[in-house]
């Protein structure tokens, strides 16, 4: 039951960044560049010039694949993962209250900074800082296997240094998810523009690979059963 909310969650999701990814371009008019990619935009076209972003993209979902395979697709074997890659994974009680109270979900938490870094640094590190380092910060107990490969692949692209991953377009990619309708969109620079689309993109991927890797899971499952009940036609 709580794999196929999960599943109607994301579908709803995936409308609403397909909503928000279609203002955005219509408000590409210029040029830019990022870390890993060069966008060339004019009022006729919107061409992107791929450096690495593509190669990149492709390798995260081939490694990915490879990685939650290997771990058997169990959300404590992808936490161990995690760990072991240097990031830190903060367990402490009442995370889903705490973070909301900032604005975020248990999950993967991206860089923070100002008030909302110092409010989630005294939870976890007990430090002050106005800084906080990307983490996975969630409840102790069970963890649903869809929601955490639409984590982990989050962060193994945020690893890879995709763009669209920095503070203002993870707040930014927040803020207008709620109202894709939000008037304010508009006045965005370029920079946050793009960058805001490159955040939408990164959860697009995200989201896209946990529900194709869940249903050619279910289906192997569902072919696996009827081989051992009986047989299957081939």
């Known amino acids: 039951m709580e794999k196929l909310i999960r599943k109607i969650l994301y579908y709803f ?40 972003t593509e190669k990149n993209k492709e390798l995260v979902k081939k490694n990915v694949e490879d990685i939650v395979k290997n771990c058997q697709n169990n959300p404590h074997k992808l936490l161990d993962y995690i760990i072991a890659a ?44 106005l800084k906080f380092k990307p983490a996975f910060v969630m409840r102790e107990g069970n963890i649903e296997p869809l929601y955490m490969l639409h984590q982990f692949y989050k962060w193994y692209s945020l690893k890879m240094d995709l763009p669209g991953f920095d503070f203002k377009a993870q707040e930014n990619f927040k803020k207008y998810l709620k109202n894709v309708n939000d008037n304010t969109l508009s006045r965005l620079s370029m920079e946050d523009t793009l960058a805001l689309t490159e955040a939408v993109a990164r959860d697009q991927e995200a989201t896209a690979f946990a529900l194709s890797f869940a249903q050619k899971t279910e289906g192997a499952q569902k072919a696996h059963k009827k081989m051992t009940e009986g047989g299957a036609d081939i």
């Open 86 to 129: 240097g990031t830190k994974v903060y367990k402490i009680n009442n995370a889903d209250k705490i973070l909301a109270a900032i604005g975020e979900d248990e999950g993967l938490i991206c860089e923070l900074k100002g008030l909302k870094a110092l409010y989630l640094n005294l939870f976890t590190t007990t430090k002050f800082s």
């Open 13 to 52: 999701l995936t409308i609403q960044e397909k909503t928000l990814t279609y203002r955005l371009n219509k408000s590409l008019k210029h040029t830019y560049g990022n870390k890993t990619s060069k966008t060339v935009l004019s009022p006729t076209e919107h061409m992107t010039l791929t450096l690495e």
